[in-house]
């Protein structure tokens, strides 16, 4: 049945210590969607503006992105602007403009509505709800969210979180929405109010899940050089959520195996500008760094 992703797909302009782009392909949606790709069907429910251009479009459509729930209304694309510094932890907002992803509304089509997997990228957590209102029975339910929507929608929040399996979230969005500085005790907190698993992304520092029993902990892949992190959290959700919706399986095993892919995802993500880098890796090449990743962590029993 495959992944029904909802999100954001925007232009963005990126720049680094490594160079500038213009109005590359980004957005929530695109970079979950490319990267979970690689493990099962994709179909994205987003927004973009007659400006769109059609060869990005075509570019999802050749990675085997169902694009039947991506609407072009009339108006401008949602665009961001950012930059970062040394420290590539953190993006600096120049500019953002939300365009016709300002009244976006969420409408699925029928098949969409019977899929099993639903991931739930970082927008209004109302209109999370409001696409699990549409759903049929899902197996299981991912979200992301970000530090606007905890300042702004905190309430709205905590009824979208009631309704979902697994919670994604950086290490500082993790803390602000419990009101915690201890991120142990900020999961136990956050795992009360409905999610089973908590994810939490702490970008070069690796990933830290926790369910009610049991946590585990990976750390990044380590890399020379990073060129643009833009996409790497989406990315990492990608392979996270595509494993295991291609398993068909949410074990404590799973999950584990999915962090590795999410962070393997995420890995490549991060050496080039935009999802060029995803756009054309073999599976192969995943598989490869995945036992890389093991042999990174792997240690001997006492």
Not at 132 to 138: G, H, V, W
């Amino acid at each position: 049945m495959g992944i029904l992703a909802v999100g954001s797909v925007a232009l963005d302009s990126v720049k680094t210590p490594f160079g500038q782009e213009e109005e590359i392909l980004g957005g929530s949606a695109t970079y979950f969607s490319i990267a979970a790709s690689y493990f099962t069907q994709v179909s994205v429910v987003a927004v973009v503006g007659e400006d769109f251009p059609a060869q990005h479009i075509d570019f999802l459509q050749k990675l085997g992105i169902d694009t039947a729930g991506l609407e072009k209304k009339p108006g401008r694309t949602f665009r961001w602007r950012g930059e970062y510094g040394d420290d590539f932890n953190t993006a600096r907002t120049l500019d953002t403009k939300l365009n016709v992803f300002a009244d976006f509304s969420p409408r699925l089509l029928r098949e969409q509505r019977r899929m099993e997997y639903v991931f739930l990228g970082n927008i209004d957590p109302d209109l999370q709800r409001s696409v699990l209102e549409q759903m049929e029975k899902p197996k299981l339910v991912a979200c992301d969210t970000m530090n606007y929507w905890i300042d702004n929608k905190p309430e709205s929040l905590r009824k979208t979180l009631s309704g979902i399996d697994i919670l994604l979230m950086n290490d500082a969005e993790t803390r602000q929405l419990s009101k915690e500085t201890n991120l142990i005790r900020a999961a136990r907190a956050i795992l009360g109010w409905g999610p089973k698993t908590l994810v939490i992304k702490r970008g070069e520092y690796g990933v830290l899940m926790i369910d009610q029993k049991s946590a585990f902990g990976a750390p990044a892949f380590p890399l020379e050089e990073v060129v643009d992190p833009t996409g790497a959290g989406d990315s990492f959700a990608g392979g996270f959520f595509g494993y295991l919706a291609a398993t068909r399986s949410a074990d404590r095993a799973a999950l584990r195996k999915a962090v590795v892919f999410g962070t393997v995802m995420a890995s490549f993500n991060v050496s080039e500008f935009g999802p060029r880098r995803l756009a054309c890796l073999t599976y192969p090449e995943v598989e490869a760094r995945y036992r890389e990743f093991r042999e990174l962590t792997f240690f001997e029993e006492l």
